[in-house]
């Protein structure tokens, strides 16, 4: 376990340390910001739909 | 998981194929597979992300920006093969009139959209510090943009034909018209010489990556199906309830 957080720990500093950290990052956090919004956005409609559906049985 | 335990997940005890011709039979076993799916994807990302950005030593001639495959090519992957899958859900639509066909190329469409809009800012930022600019105007780069402006049109053209008789029909040539595009991204950097390096895993060679950074490749390839499937099970039930609200504007 320690092996292996000291593992993670240096690969963590490899990347935030390397010239091209900044890419790297904002590219992973690109994708999980866009994977998260799709998921939102198809959330959301369930969600829309769900009370559209609730009123026209209402009515 | 044991037997019994699948089988519990299965609204109806005898197992027929034919049933997923039903849009609700097919939404009622996307909504039972959910969680198992939803655990799949996040502990494939956790495993993928590790291994793949913490784990794997640097590449010899990238060094760790080489890291950036393991968001780029699973979305790039995936933006074909979503493609595809619209492409052939559309021609069965046409052929045999089936609506969870049309229901299907739908719900793909709005993740494809996400994974190849990834897939080009990816690799934009990976082309920055290798190839000295975020953009070029090369045959892999531009036929990955023509499928991004496909998608839009496909998602647009089905959002304004809404409650319209043609909505599926229309969007179904589009998709097919637009299939052109799929083998020019997937072959462009054989046909031509680009800027884009040569395909890292293929069917028939042996793939051109280490062993150790082939597995996070693998796995994250693995996780964004997972989550491509996440959203196909709950946008199936939106469509489901759509189609239960509105079900005389279906063509």
């Known amino acids: 376990m320690n092996t292996l957080m000291e593992k993670l720990n240096q690969g963590f500093y490899a990347v935030s340390n390397s010239s091209h950290a900044l890419f790297i990052w904002t590219a992973l956090a690109f994708t999980l910001i866009a994977l998260l919004f799709n998921l939102g956005v198809v959330l959301f409609k369930e969600k829309a739909m769900i009370k559209k559906m609730a009123q026209s049985t209402k009515v | 998981m044991n037997t019994q335990a699948i089988k519990s997940l ?3 005890k005898r197992f027929k194929l034919n049933q997923f011709l039903s849009l609700k039979t097919l939404a009622q076993y996307a909504e039972n597979l959910k969680p198992l799916l939803i655990f ?6 956790l495993f993928g992300v590790i291994q793949g950005f913490f784990l794997t030593p640097p590449d010899h001639q990238q060094g760790e920006g080489f890291k950036i495959i393991y968001v780029h090519v699973p979305s790039a992957f995936w933006s074909l093969a979503i493609y595809c899958f619209i492409f052939v859900n559309s021609v069965i ?3 045999w009139r089936i609506k969870v066909a ?7 469409a709005s993740v494809g959209t996400t994974f190849t809009l990834i897939a080009l800012v990816t690799g934009s930022l990976w082309g920055k510090p290798m190839w000295g600019t975020w953009w ?5 780069l531009t036929s990955e943009l023509i499928l991004l402006f496909l998608y839009l049109g496909y998602m647009g053209l089905r959002s304004a034909t809404v409650g319209k008789k043609n909505q599926s029909k229309l969007a179904a040539i589009l998709a097919i018209l637009g299939m052109v595009d799929v083998p020019i991204v997937h072959f462009s950097v054989q046909w031509w010489h680009t800027l884009h390096q040569g395909a890292t895993l293929s069917r028939f060679a042996k793939p051109l990556i280490a062993t150790e950074m ?8 693995i996780a964004f199906g997972a989550f ?8 199936l039930r939106t469509e489901m309830l759509r189609r239960e609200i509105q079900p005389r504007t279906h063509s």
């Open chain 2, 93 to 95: 639509f046409l052929i």
């Open chain 2, 10 to 12: 299965l609204p109806h």
């Open chain 2, 40 to 45: 799949l994807t996040l502990l494939l990302f």
């Open chain 2, 136 to 140: 070029v105007w090369d045959a892999r």
């Open chain 2, 102 to 108: 049309d229901s299907l190329a739908a719900c793909s």
């Open chain 2, 214 to 221: 082939l597995i996070p490749l693998l796995v994250m390839i």
């Open chain 2, 228 to 235: 491509y499937l996440v959203i196909l099970s709950y946008s």
